[in-house]
Structures are given as C-alpha cells and as structure tokens.
C-alpha cells in the first residue's frame, strides 16, 4: 500500500495529509459508509466516487473510468480494502483496464493506485514529478504535458498544471472538452495550496492554462462535476487574486506572524478551518515576497515600504 509523501522541504511533517488529518479531526463529524457511486459524467466517462481520508467536506475521491471494451482509471484513491474491492470490479465491468493514470501524488488520489492496478495486472502511468514523489509506487510511463492517449474510443490529452502539487496533470478529453481535473478545482470543498509542495504563482498560471486550453465541464477529484468550466475557472482566480489583496492589506510596516494576519485576511474564515487557512497564507505570502510586496523577517512578515 502506498504511504503519505513528505515532498523534500515541507513545511508541516506529514504534507497534505497532516493538515487534511488535523482539519478533519477539528470538523469533527462521523464517516458515512456507503457503497461507491457510480455517475456517467460525460460520453465514454465515468465516475466513481470512492471513501478515503481527504479534505472536509469531501470525503471521497471521484475515481474517473475513461473508455469502454478499454479503459484508464484515473486516481483510485481509495486505501480501504471494501472500496478498492468495490472500484475493481466496477472498472472491470466496464473494459480491460490499460493502466492506472495519477493526476498526482497526494495520498487520496493514489491510496488504491497499487491495488487497483495489482487486480487487474495493469501498469501505472504518471508526470515524472509524481513519479519522483512516489519512490513506494512503480511508475512505468511518464506522461508530459500536451501528451495525447488514445484507448477505449477516447483520447485524452495530458495538460501540465503545477501548484497544487508539482507534477499535476489534468485530462482533457479531445471529442468533448471535459476536463479530468484533480485538484486544480473541487466542486465541494476547497482546494489547499499548501507551501510545502505547492506554489500560489504556478497555481494560478495553471487555472489560466486550463482556461485558455478551451474547456467546457470541469469533472474534480472532490465533488460533483461542474457544468460552467470556465466560469469556474474565472471565479478560482477571482477569489484568489482577492485573497491575495486581503493578505497584502493586512501587511503593515512592522513585521506580524503568520497567525495575525490570519485573523485579519481570513476573518470571514470559519475558526476551524484556520490550520488550512494559514497554510495557504504562506502560500499567498511566499508570492507576496517573490512579487516585491512583502518582506519575510523569520516567521514574520511586513510591507514593502
Ligand atoms: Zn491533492
């Protein structure tokens, strides 16, 4: 079974998967188990909604079956053995699986990678980053941006979008401009763009890219598929450009922590969510200082004055 990854230099032990653990224990709430669900979500797509330990309110992640007679699995995220066992046969019924295809490597879109592609003798495919982060998991072809892959009656082209992790890809259906998406959008809940593997600036570049790739529904790891791509797409960098005003605001000319200027730029912020929110903080800081707008002293932070 695949393990969480600590990408080289992260800030909180653990990665991702520390802070989505920490944010699910303070939202509290029981698990629901529950058969995955299965939703034809485009011509020739599927998905199917497995349980794993991801970011409240999400508490699945949408497995994508691309093709039919042949078909890829795009993140089985699963690591519980009924929700693996219930994915296999669900992809099995739908055509001879080709490979397994990560978007990245976050441990609740690969925790069932091994297994799905162990029951079914199939190979796993990546971008060589998610590769590099994942020396537990053999990946046998690396995929590289603008890559097309044809099986089961569709073609799916591999566009590279880093910042949330950095060997994201998205899928893009060529007959449909349906978007496999991962995590660059979720349709519930947010998405973490968190200092220790991910990057504000290649983030939003990456929603501009998608947006300029021309693209009509957005299908995300968490949630249910978005109709409106680019709308969504707009409405990502909207927030967060005024995320990132609200940030610089709360700047001033003697240095602050990180958990003060959270008070200010995310007052509007439920508390329990303050652990994902001062992560992503750092990220929103980290751009501040690579655009000349802020200083870092230490642990805190001040304006260009
Ligand atoms: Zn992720």
Not at 63 to 82: E, K
């Amino acid at each position: 079974m695949a393990k969480p990854v600590t990408p080289e230099g992260a800030g909180v032990a653990g990665g991702v998967e520390a802070i989505y653990a920490e944010v699910r224990r303070l939202a509290g709430g029981g698990v629901v188990v529950a058969p995955p669900e299965l939703t034809e979500v485009a011509p020739g797509i599927v998905s199917v909604a497995v349980r794993t330990p991801t970011l409240p309110p999400a508490a699945h992640t949408a497995c994508y079956v691309v093709g039919s007679g042949q078909v890829l699995a795009i993140d089985p995220g699963s690591p519980y053995p009924d929700q693996q066992g219930a994915l296999a046969a669900a992809v099995g019924a739908r055509g001879q699986l080709v490979a397994v295809v990560l978007t990245h490597h976050h441990g609740d879109h690969i925790g069932g990678a091994v297994a799905l592609a162990a029951a079914h003798d199939a190979p796993i495919w990546a971008h060589a980053a998610t590769a590099a982060a994942l020396p537990q998991v053999a990946v046998a072809r690396n995929l590289d941006d603008g890559e097309v892959v044809e099986v089961g009656g569709r073609a799916l082209r591999a566009v590279f979008t880093p910042g949330h992790a950095e060997g994201h890809l998205c899928f893009r259906d060529e007959a449909s401009a349906a978007v496999i998406a991962g995590d660059m959008v979720a349709g519930l809940g947010t998405i973490l763009i968190d200092p220790s593997g991910g990057h504000m600036a290649t983030y939003l570049a990456s929603l501009e890219k998608l947006l300029a790739a021309g693209t009509s529904a957005l299908l995300p790891a968490h949630g249910p598929a978005i109709v409106d791509g680019p709308a969504k797409l707009r409405e990502y960098l909207a927030h967060r450009r005024m995320r990132e005003a609200r940030v610089a605001a709360a700047l001033s000319d003697a240095p602050q922590s990180a958990a003060a200027l959270c008070a200010v730029a995310y007052a509007d912020t439920p508390a329990f969510l303050w652990p994902l929110a001062e992560r992503s903080l750092l990220a929103h800081l980290v751009k501040l200082v690579e655009d000349g707008a802020a200083v870092a002293e230490g642990r805190a932070w001040r304006k260009v004055s």
